[in-house]
């Protein structure tokens, strides 16, 4: 388990790249990081694709047949939350899935298992911050969860100091045209599957 420093909001991001799994048709070059503020989780990426695929236009479609930057969250039960280490579990334990589009639009549900998962409200969404913007050769998502959200779901502070948690960073599109799956930490899956909470990798938020 990493420890995660606790960093001032306008502290930089420490991108590292992605990694390619699985069947790919192209390999966009992406870099990815996340950060732990006072008050929020935040990602970035920056992905070297000119063009990106970016047909839907609205909350909740099928953003993963378009190009798309993931951020995957897991965290243990209250009573756990400061625990010495933390394993994520496969099943039955709190796990949150952002996936949104080069447009900004997003997809973002949470749950314990993969089935049956409860999205986001309008309310809920409109608390995240979201930057996508396209340029000529490459483009760039900021996502920010603020911490208020992840209480609200989780029904304790998951961002304490002390508190564990897990995360992934995924770059994807299911698109015959452009499929392509990469993630910061592998998976250990023989085929394309994100939903995989045991792989991601757990943290500990320090100050």
């Known amino acids: 388990m990493q420890l995660l420093r606790r960093v001032a909001d306008d502290a930089p991001f420490d991108y590292a790249p992605l990694q390619f799994l699985w069947h790919n048709v192209i390999k966009p070059n992406t870099r990815a990081a996340i950060k732990v503020t006072s008050q929020a989780i935040q990602a970035a990426f920056i992905v070297q694709e000119a063009h990106p695929r970016c047909e839907v236009t609205e909350n909740f479609g099928r953003i993963c047949t378009d190009s798309a930057c993931e951020l995957f969250l897991a965290f243990p039960d209250a009573a756990a939350c400061r625990a010495e280490s933390f394993v994520p579990q496969a099943s039955d334990q709190l796990y949150l899935n952002f996936e949104v589009n080069a447009a900004g639009f997003i997809y973002a549900k949470y749950g314990r298992e993969r089935q049956g998962r409860v999205a986001l409200s309008d309310k809920q969404l409109a608390l995240l911050e979201i930057s996508a913007q396209v340029q000529e050769q490459m483009w760039t998502l900021e996502l920010s969860i603020p ?11 998951v961002l304490a100091d002390g508190c564990n948690f897990a995360y992934n960073l995924y770059k994807i599109s299911e698109h015959p045209s452009c499929e392509h799956y990469a993630a910061r930490f592998a998976l250990n899956s023989p085929t394309p599957n994100f939903h995989r909470p045991q792989d991601f990798q757990a943290v500990k938020i320090v100050p």
């Open 147 to 157: 911490r208020t959200l992840l209480q609200e779901i989780a029904d304790f502070d």
